[in-house]
């Protein structure tokens, strides 16, 4: 039981950590990229929209929300997991009756 939690944890954490060190900041701009023609080159290049953090601030922010994300998510599901042994423990107590009295 204890590798199955620790696989599961480990592949959460391959999985939200992913696009931080695997992917290129570009990436969505490389994916998205599409072949244009004379009219089309000139009117993009005059209104070019680049999406994205504009500073470091901006970049730092992303990361600091994202990070506080999954640390709230972990924490809850850790909390959930507390309440569930404690629901667990009082029903092998019988604490909680099936006899409505």
Known sequence: ???????????????SFHSFFLLKPDFAQQAAQKETTGIAQEEESQEKIISGPRNIKESTG?????????LVIFVLIYILMLKIKEVDRLF?????????K
């Open 92 to 100: 092998e107590i019988r604490f909680i009756s099936e006899k409505k």
């Open 62 to 70: 992303i990361y600091v929300f994202v990070a506080w994300m999954w």
């Open 1 to 15: 039981m204890r590798k199955k939690k620790k696989f599961i944890v480990l592949f959460v954490l391959v999985i």
